[in-house]
């Protein structure tokens, strides 16, 4: 029986499912392509050269010696590093034009840390760190070098060695992959970066000595009386209450004036002790030492106190002006001390403190340091500045979780600065992203920072922390988290984690949050899986991940390591480290019930690419070849209208586009592949566009041969589908828009299906 069928468009890219299994949409292989739903398949827009910077730009120098000056050089998708050639005296060599002569073999080899920081319209930065401690920063508008900052944070630990030869030398420079530990945020022209090995740390300093509160004593006469004492008809005096202060008494005679009783309790007690006004205090007590007192109204007429006290009320309005920066502990109704605060006297009230002797200042030098942009358009890099505890101890006010462990991720979350380290996830203060400390630990401030542990039997580290919308999702190597405030304001009574799914990720590839998803990757036998999670319109999110990559279990490396979109255009690439001249796409199009394309493929370049970037529709690349040079190309990502004209070279280098047609088989309604019918194809007809130029490659695994046709619109094949395999190819200067395949052949029915 003659059959002819239609397939309408080659839009949903490589599937790697069993032919018969495959939609008829469905490809072998699609590489430096466009799959669109509506025009079918085509030629990928060539790339555009925007700028280079000659490698002789990236040099840093400690000094003049050859062994502190170096160079480098980006080759194939490395950074380089060379050490400058010495001279008789050990200086380094510059050649005529002032250029620094470099050693034949490098020294190190680094994976550098690129970052693009957006200011605006106007200002694009690259920020590139080589893991020495050096950060060059090219403007993005122009791809020319502008600054380099050194900070010894920006270091990183080595990560083996790449060994390197000239034909004569073998040298095994040492390796290291900043991109593992390097993490940058920008806020506003604060550009946070932080190093994942370093682990943080309180100064050693303290703010005054342990037990300090204990080592003043105060006695304060709060009310004297006066009552008549008679001797006689003629004679009589005056007398107050006794007050009893260490186990000596104050006459009831001096009780009518607090002047004399503290006068006459001092002059008893004689040493260290002193008076003010209605005050007795000792300044110079030991930390066991007791302070007991008493009155003749049963301790209503004074007040004393060393240390701490029972309720805040209790103590003076006013004090005198030798006690200023007095501490007193409030002690609470809780014997865990959780409840309990201190207040210190600041010469005209008291106010709340922190207990004395305690590390209250962060390291800083082992926190998040920021490059920030100041007004003349020049970078500075700085330690940032964290507040310090203010309040409280270490029950009531504790360090922060990350503190004495290291950083894994830096992240934004509703005007909170968040910091992720092991198990816990610290927002800071609402609005003052310097500080993570309780501002008060008598109340809980709605605004007050928020550190959370995760509550599971197993251990989970959480790796990476990604806003999305109004949520903040949490992975671990093996468990998704979600932070959540019930739908009321994240404050810290109101924030919980609670686990969300129990995939497992690969832990060297970041989740990006794009568009309304969070796209992640897993390891899988040596391939890897991707998956999606899509938060909905009213803002939730589901338990379980949609899997992308459903079709292609063996297609992406698990050596991808970057993933780039925007949520604007419909295309989210994927870099691999080993394989860098690779990119791996995902195209998609979906309504708001319906995917219309899951579209797989790749784009191969003649250069290593280190750093990619969508804004709008155009695609940035950062990329090097063997001359060491860095370049910054492009490529649009719009689908063009028409095109002719269109010049489809990859700058000056011829580049090939290629289409490996799935086997032809008769569907059912199911889209599914009848396999107990002989197919024997006669001729296949291709609609391309006028404008279009292309080659077609009909092999026939039967008899392993190839038949070429140049762009003839219809083909002979004579052969059983099963053996025929179509290939659509263009490696020259034009381009090709292919829209549908008519194919045409014999259908013989070996049974009827019942």
């Given at each position: 029986?003659?059959?002819?069928?239609?397939?309408?468009?080659?839009?949903?890219?490589?599937?790697?499912?069993?032919?018969?299994?495959?939609?008829?949409?469905?490809?072998?292989?699609?590489?430096?392509?466009?799959?669109?739903?509506?025009?079918?398949?085509?030629?990928?827009?060539?790339?555009?050269?925007?700028?280079?910077?000659?490698?002789?730009?990236?040099?840093?120098?400690?000094?003049?010696?050859?062994?502190?000056?170096?160079?480098?050089?980006?080759?194939?998708?490395?950074?380089?590093?060379?050490?400058?050639?010495?001279?008789?005296?050990?200086?380094?060599?510059?050649?005529?034009?002032?250029?620094?002569?470099?050693?034949?073999?490098?020294?190190?080899?680094?994976?550098?840390?690129?970052?693009?920081?957006?200011?605006?319209?106007?200002?694009?930065?690259?920020?590139?760190?080589?893991?020495?401690?050096?950060?060059?920063?090219?403007?993005?508008?122009?791809?020319?070098?502008?600054?380099?900052?050194?900070?010894?944070?920006?270091?990183?630990?080595?990560?083996?060695?790449?060994?390197?030869?000239?034909?004569?030398?073998?040298?095994?420079?040492?390796?290291?992959?900043?991109?593992?530990?390097?993490?940058?945020?920008?806020?506003?022209?604060?550009?946070?970066?932080?190093?994942?090995?370093?682990?943080?740390?309180?100064?050693?300093?303290?703010?005054?000595?342990?037990?300090?509160?204990?080592?003043?004593?105060?006695?304060?006469?709060?009310?004297?009386?006066?009552?008549?004492?008679?001797?006689?008809?003629?004679?009589?005096?005056?007398?107050?209450?006794?007050?009893?202060?260490?186990?000596?008494?104050?006459?009831?005679?001096?009780?009518?004036?607090?002047?004399?009783?503290?006068?006459?309790?001092?002059?008893?007690?004689?040493?260290?002790?002193?008076?003010?006004?209605?005050?007795?205090?000792?300044?110079?007590?030991?930390?066991?030492?007791?302070?007991?007192?008493?009155?003749?109204?049963?301790?209503?007429?004074?007040?004393?106190?060393?240390?701490?006290?029972?309720?805040?009320?209790?103590?003076?309005?006013?004090?005198?002006?030798?006690?200023?920066?007095?501490?007193?502990?409030?002690?609470?109704?809780?014997?865990?001390?959780?409840?309990?605060?201190?207040?210190k006297w600041n010469g005209y009230t008291w106010v709340e403190t922190v207990k004395p002797g305690l590390q209250n200042e962060i390291d800083a030098s082992t926190m998040p340091h920021t490059i920030v942009r100041q007004s003349d358009g020049t970078f500075i890099v700085n330690e940032y500045t964290w507040d310090k505890r203010a309040v409280g101890d270490l029950d009531s006010n504790p360090n922060p979780s990350f503190i004495n462990n290291e950083i894994s991720d830096i992240f934004f979350y509703r005007n909170r600065l968040g910091i992720v380290s092991k198990d816990s996830v610290v927002l800071s203060e609402l609005s003052n992203y310097g500080n993570f400390f309780a501002t008060t630990v008598k109340d809980i401030p709605d605004t007050d920072p928020i550190d959370l542990s995760i509550a599971t039997t197993d251990v989970n580290y959480i790796?990476?922390?990604?806003?999305?919308?109004?949520?903040?999702l949490l992975f671990s190597e093996n468990r998704q988290f979600i932070l959540s405030s019930e739908g009321q304001t994240l404050t810290p009574t109101t924030a919980v984690l609670d686990i969300l799914s129990s995939y497992s990720i690969n832990p060297d590839i970041e989740p990006k949050a794009i568009g309304n998803q969070v796209i992640f990757a897993s390891d899988n036998s040596g391939y890897s899986n991707v998956y999606s999670y899509i938060v909905?319109?009213?803002?939730?999110?589901?338990?379980?991940?949609?899997?992308?990559?459903?079709?292609?279990?063996?297609?992406?490396?698990?050596?991808?390591?970057?993933?780039?979109?925007?949520?604007?255009?419909?295309?989210?690439?994927?870099?691999?480290?080993?394989?860098?001249?690779?990119?791996?796409?995902?195209?998609?199009?979906?309504?708001?019930?319906?995917?219309?394309?899951?579209?797989?493929?790749?784009?191969?370049?003649?250069?290593?690419?280190?750093?990619?970037?969508?804004?709008?529709?155009?695609?940035?690349?950062?990329?090097?070849?063997?001359?060491?040079?860095?370049?910054?190309?492009?490529?649009?990502?719009?689908?063009?209208?028409?095109?002719?004209?269109?010049?489809?070279?990859?700058?000056?280098?011829?580049?090939?586009?290629?289409?490996?047609?799935?086997?032809?088989?008769?569907?059912?309604?199911?889209?599914?592949?009848?396999?107990?019918?002989?197919?024997?194809?006669?001729?296949?007809?291709?609609?391309?566009?006028?404008?279009?130029?292309?080659?077609?490659?009909?092999?026939?695994?039967?008899?392993?041969?190839?038949?070429?046709?140049?762009?003839?619109?219809?083909?002979?094949?004579?052969?059983?589908?099963?053996?025929?395999?179509?290939?659509?190819?263009?490696?020259?200067?034009?381009?090709?828009?292919?829209?549908?395949?008519?194919?045409?052949?014999?259908?013989?029915?070996?049974?009827?299906?019942?």
């Amino acid at each position: 029986m003659l059959v002819n069928h239609e397939i309408k468009g080659l839009f949903n890219g490589v599937s790697q499912q069993a032919e018969a299994l495959k939609y008829e949409s469905q490809v072998d292989e699609m590489i430096n392509c466009m799959p669109d739903v509506t025009r079918g398949v085509l030629r990928r827009n060539p790339l555009e050269a925007i700028n280079f910077i000659d490698y002789k730009k990236f040099v840093t120098s400690y000094g003049d010696d050859c062994y502190l000056t170096r160079g480098y050089k980006f080759e194939d998708g490395y950074m380089n590093v060379y050490m400058s050639q010495c001279d008789d005296n050990g200086k380094a060599v510059y050649d005529s034009d002032g250029n620094l002569v470099l050693t034949s073999l490098p020294i190190a080899s680094v994976k550098p840390f690129i970052y693009y920081y957006n200011r605006d319209n106007i200002e694009k930065y690259y920020m590139i760190f080589n893991g020495m401690g050096d950060v060059f920063i090219i403007d993005a508008k122009t791809f020319t070098l502008k600054q380099q900052l050194h900070s010894p944070y920006f270091s990183v630990p080595e990560d083996g060695t790449r060994t390197f030869t000239d034909g004569t030398y073998t040298v095994h420079a040492s390796y290291k992959e900043v991109t593992k530990y390097l993490k940058a945020l920008t806020i506003g022209d604060y550009t946070f970066i932080v190093n994942k090995s370093v682990t943080t740390k309180m100064k050693d300093i303290t703010d005054g000595n342990i037990d300090d509160e204990k080592r003043v004593g105060v006695y304060w006469v709060k009310r004297t009386t006066s009552v008549v004492k008679k001797i006689d008809n003629n004679n009589y005096y005056y007398k107050g209450y006794t007050y009893t202060l260490n186990g000596v008494t104050s006459s009831e005679e001096n009780g009518v004036d607090a002047t004399k009783v503290v006068e006459d309790l001092a002059n008893q007690l004689g040493g260290d002790y002193q008076t003010d006004t209605t005050f007795i205090y000792n300044k110079n007590m030991q930390p066991d030492d007791t302070w007991e007192w008493t009155d003749g109204a049963g301790g209503t007429m004074s007040q004393g106190f060393k240390g701490s006290i029972s309720a805040v009320t209790m103590l003076p309005a006013n004090m005198p002006t030798d006690l200023k920066d007095i501490v007193v502990k409030i002690e609470g109704a809780y014997k865990d001390n959780i409840d309990d605060y201190y207040v210190k006297w600041n010469g005209y009230t008291w106010v709340e403190t922190v207990k004395p002797g305690l590390q209250n200042e962060i390291d800083a030098s082992t926190m998040p340091h920021t490059i920030v942009r100041q007004s003349d358009g020049t970078f500075i890099v700085n330690e940032y500045t964290w507040d310090k505890r203010a309040v409280g101890d270490l029950d009531s006010n504790p360090n922060p979780s990350f503190i004495n462990n290291e950083i894994s991720d830096i992240f934004f979350y509703r005007n909170r600065l968040g910091i992720v380290s092991k198990d816990s996830v610290v927002l800071s203060e609402l609005s003052n992203y310097g500080n993570f400390f309780a501002t008060t630990v008598k109340d809980i401030p709605d605004t007050d920072p928020i550190d959370l542990s995760i509550a599971t039997t197993d251990v989970n580290y959480i790796k990476y922390a990604v806003p999305i919308n109004k949520i903040l999702l949490l992975f671990s190597e093996n468990r998704q988290f979600i932070l959540s405030s019930e739908g009321q304001t994240l404050t810290p009574t109101t924030a919980v984690l609670d686990i969300l799914s129990s995939y497992s990720i690969n832990p060297d590839i970041e989740p990006k949050a794009i568009g309304n998803q969070v796209i992640f990757a897993s390891d899988n036998s040596g391939y890897s899986n991707v998956y999606s999670y899509i938060v909905t319109n009213q803002g939730g999110l589901s338990n379980d991940a949609i899997e992308l990559s459903i079709q292609i279990p063996s297609y992406l490396p698990n050596t991808i390591s970057e993933i780039e979109g925007n949520g604007v255009n419909p295309n989210i690439f994927f870099t691999d480290k080993e394989n860098n001249t690779n990119l791996y796409i995902f195209t998609y199009k979906q309504t708001q019930d319906k995917l219309l394309q899951s579209a797989w493929h790749k784009w191969v370049f003649n250069k290593s690419i280190m750093n990619v970037v969508i804004e709008n529709n155009t695609l940035y690349m950062i990329m090097s070849d063997i001359d060491g040079n860095l370049y910054l190309n492009k490529i649009s990502l719009k689908i063009p209208p028409t095109i002719e004209g269109i010049d489809y070279k990859d700058i000056d280098t011829e580049f090939t586009s290629e289409i490996r047609v799935s086997e032809w088989f008769i569907r059912n309604s199911e889209q599914v592949g009848n396999t107990r019918v002989r197919l024997q194809v006669r001729t296949a007809k291709f609609n391309f566009t006028e404008d279009s130029k292309w080659k077609i490659d009909v092999y026939n695994k039967l008899y392993d041969t190839h038949k070429y046709y140049y762009n003839d619109e219809k083909i002979t094949v004579s052969g059983n589908a099963k053996d025929i395999r179509l290939r659509i190819l263009n490696n020259g200067n034009s381009g090709f828009v292919l829209s549908t395949i008519n194919l045409e052949g014999f259908l013989t029915q070996r049974g009827r299906t019942i």
